[in-house]
Structure formats: C-alpha cells, structure tokens
C-alpha cells in the first residue's frame, strides 16, 4: 500500500535543481529544474479567459484566428475521485483533471501563448504534474508543475506548432503510467491562424467539433473473478501496478466509461454537417473507424503542417498522441465509430455513436430486396463434411 506520506517522498519528481552559470541545470538524479533566463515582457499582449467543458464537448472558439496572439489563460483543478467504467459498476480510483475522464480539450492558435493555473486540491493524496506535448522544453512543463496536495502553480508557453497534441500527469518513475491510465490526460488542439486547409492547401472548416479520448483501464480482481474496490487511490496502487504490467487492459473506453457516448450521451449531427472528431489515446496504440463513413480528411499524426490524408476507413493514433478526422455525413442513421480492435470495440468497451438526422440518399445505398424466404434447396452442401472441395 502507498501512503500519502510516501506518495509524497521520493516516488516522484525531486527538489529544485542546482544551477550553474546562470544556465538551467538538472541534475542526474533529478527531472526537475529551475529555469533561468531573460524575461520576456509580455505586458502588451491581450490575455483571453477561456472556461473549459467536459468531453466530448469543446469550449466556444473561432476557427481563424481575429486578433493578433494572445496569453490565453485556462485551470484545471486536479481531481482524485473513484469513476464508474461501466455498467455493471466497476469503479475507478481515478486521477482526473478537472474531474473528466479524459482532461477538457483547449484550443488555441499557433502563436498563441497557453498559461495555465493547476491546482491541486488539499483533499488529494498525490503529487501532480502537467505534461504538455504542444510545448517545448522542461519536460513539456512536468519538471516546472509539480504540486503537492493544497498546492498550485501557473506555467506558460508558446503554442509554436499546430496540430493536436495530447497533455497528462508525468509525476516521475512508475507514477508516470499509474497517474495516466487511471485517467490523467487530455488533449489541447493548436490551430492555425489562417484555419484548416485541405491536402490542396484550401481553407476548410467544420460545423461541429466532438473530442474523444481513449483510456485503458487496469482493474484487479479478487479471489471469485470480481472487479475490487478500494479505499482510495494510494490503497489501489500495489494491486493495479500488477495487471497494469501484464500489459492487458481490462477496458478500453472512449471517455471514461463503456458507453459513455452511446444512448442517450450518443454524439448528434444532420446530414451536410462536417464534423471533426480529435481523438486522443496517451497510452497505447489504437485505429479509430466510422462504420458506414469514411475521415474525409484525416490528419493521423494530429499536426496540420501536414496535408491530411483523403477518404480513410481506419486510421491509426500513435500511443502518447492524439489525432483528427473531418467527415461529411451523408446518410441518416445510427454510425458507430470504434477502435477498429473489434476485440476492444466491442467487449471492452471502445464504442461511441453518431446520431444523424436527415434524408436517406438512395444513390449512395439501397436495399433492393428485403429480407425473404431463400427457396433453393442446398442441404446437400451440409451434408457433406466439408463446405469446399
């Protein structure tokens, strides 16, 4: 069992580091650090205050940018909470930002700085960090954002490169995949300031945007085969260490929980509406599908300095990152959009819906015969031992 007082000595990032020359150093033992340098005066540009929302929904924003850069500012308070992962009411000692599972999708534009305020709550038990792909040096702010339980901390940077990148706890050593896969990460959405463009570099927009995030959970089991419930986060910690290390999740969810976006939280568009679809996985490999669409464009590795690739069935989101899809819809209906491990899709989990209103196109699908009666005698096929020659 992990106490607070142990969670809080030495299983993650150390003290400040020593510094030499006036130049930042760590030291070996050490991913944390100090910065030293030239301040950067900032006092003539705007600052914006952004409210962040839960998934799969995405705070208002324009998708070309109006003003010069700006200091957009944004907080997450860190939330220790037990979260139910299905229904048959298995829970979660999760580790979340701002109580979702996955963390509140930002946007920002390219140029833009991000200054976010985290907090971590003295109710908590762990030391937290940020960890932010987007950002360039000190661990991508891990090694500048360590909180203790009743602390905060304000870190900035420079929003240079655009696409979608994912974000997540990297407290040090084996807290690192602990704090991730029990649901400390999210994703921030870098745009261009001219807006998207298409693979021939034209302007392209969307109508709706949705942000699902992927997380695989580790749930041990007792003696009869049942899902355990612990006491707290630090109790879960031994236990979960095991099943997380035999690499074999025991769900696999879009959002935080098996059907979370299914049913009545089932995501909804018309026929016409483009729709872009972030999708981020901090751990592991996984290949999103819309059954009956296609990614119109689809940018896999989430950078739009890219040009998008056209007309995908299934596209692959690299561990530790996260990735867009623009899609037309065409055709009313029911699309479920998965983890194209069927396995995954379909008894762990991974599966959302699309709910989409409008008129069926015949052109693009017809059923021409319903189902009937089949006449032809064929027994003989059966009674053979084998189906081919």
């Not at 999760?94 to 700085?113: A, K, R």
């Amino acid at each position: 069992m992990i106490t607070r007082r142990t969670a809080l000595m030495g299983v993650a990032l150390s003290a400040v580091a020593p510094i030499a020359s006036g130049i930042t150093v760590a030291s070996a033992d050490s991913e944390s650090m100090t910065p030293i340098g030239e301040k950067v005066d900032l006092s003539k540009v705007a600052r914006k205050k952004v409210k962040l929302v839960p998934p799969p929904f995405v705070h208002e924003h324009n998708q070309v940018a109006k003003d010069p850069p700006s200091i957009v500012e944004f907080e997450l308070l860190i939330v220790e909470k037990e979260h139910e992962i299905d229904d048959e009411g298995t829970m979660l000692q999760g580790m979340t930002f701002d109580g979702s599972i996955p963390g509140p999708l930002m946007v920002v534009h390219e140029g833009d700085y991000v200054e976010l305020t985290l907090i971590n709550p003295p109710e908590n038990q762990m030391q937290h960090n940020i960890d932010f792909h987007a950002a360039t040096g000190g661990l991508g702010g891990g090694a500048l954002t360590l909180v203790n339980p009743g602390e905060k901390t304000v870190l900035r940077f420079k929003a240079d490169r655009p696409g979608t990148f994912v974000y997540h706890c990297a407290p040090g050593g084996p807290m690192i995949p602990w704090h991730v896969v029990s649901g400390m990460s999210g994703a921030i959405m870098v745009l261009p300031r001219e807006g998207l463009k298409d693979d021939k570099g034209q302007p392209v927009s969307y109508d709706k945007v949705f942000y699902i995030g992927e997380n695989d959970f580790y749930i041990p089991r007792d003696a009869n085969g049942n899902f355990k419930r612990f006491e707290d986060v630090g109790s879960s910690y031994g236990e979960t260490l095991e099943v997380m290390n035999g690499l074999i999740p025991t769900h696999v969810v879009f959002n935080g929980k098996a059907g979370a976006l299914t049913g009545d939280n089932a995501l909804t568009a018309n026929v016409g509406d483009r729709v872009l679809i972030v999708h981020s996985q901090a751990n592991r490999d996984t290949r999103p599908h819309l059954i009956g669409g296609h990614g119109d464009l689809v940018w896999e590795t989430g950078k739009f300095n890219n040009p998008p690739q056209r007309d995908n069935e299934t596209w692959f989101i690299r561990g530790g990152s996260a990735g867009a899809a623009l899609y037309t819809f065409r055709q009313p209906g029911v699309y479920a959009y998965v983890n194209h491990n069927l396995i995954e899709a379909v008894n762990l989990g991974a599966t959302a819906h699309f709910v989409v209103e409008g008129d069926w196109n015949n052109d693009l699908m017809a059923q021409v015969v319903a189902p009937s009666p089949y006449g032809e005698d064929v027994s003989a096929i059966y009674k053979s031992k084998k189906a081919l020659p």
